[in-house]
């Protein structure tokens, strides 16, 4: 665990971030009273994902890397912090469908079905906490994989 200290310590953020996010998103009412605004709203959290991400890859780079860093060690650093979310991911959701918004899965399940987007059966089969655990981390690898190809980018730094 220690060659994966940093990594390790910005996933556990990274979820922390995200949980923090969640609580927002409920006091706004995303998760009931505006629950129609939650598909928009929520893609905001790209900004403080990738603000870890970046955070990250900084701290990496100045810790392990002498203030120099490639893109390939940004980004291998970046995927190994995925691995930590992606590993923590369903703890989180349960975290968030059970403490955070324990409403927050039917109410979605309601909305699809009284917007007709969905029908009930077909709602509650993916509103459900198996689903968005699944999901969770399937959406943490996909986004977190190309949320570190592109911070490492501009995160990257030649020898002066």
Do not use: C
């Not at 990274?14 to 927002?24: A, H, K, P």
């Not at 203030?67 to 959701?93: D, E, N, R, Y």
């Not at 009284?114 to 077909?122: A, I, K, P, V, Y």
Request: charged content about 15%; proline content about 2%; overall charge neutral.
């Amino acid at each position: 665990m220690g060659k994966y200290r940093i990594e390790s310590k910005w996933g556990v953020i990274f979820i922390l971030v995200m949980l923090g996010w969640t609580l927002f998103e409920r006091l706004v009412g995303w998760h009931s009273s505006n629950i129609e605004n939650h598909a928009t709203g929520t893609l905001f959290f790209a900004i403080p994902a990738i603000a870890v991400y970046t955070f990250a890859l900084l701290d990496k780079r100045k810790s392990d890397f002498s203030g120099t860093m490639t893109w390939k060690q940004g980004a291998l650093t970046g995927v190994f912090i995925t691995i930590v979310v992606v590993i923590l991911s369903p703890v989180a959701q349960y975290l968030i469908h059970t403490i955070i918004t324990p409403d927050y899965l039917e109410n979605m399940a309601d909305y699809a079905v009284t917007s007709g987007n969905m029908n009930r059966e077909d709602a509650e089969a993916y509103f459900s906490l198996s689903s968005y655990m699944l999901q969770g981390a399937v959406g943490s690898l996909l986004m977190g994989l190309m949320t570190s190809a592109v911070v490492a980018l501009f995160t990257r730094k030649k020898h002066a």
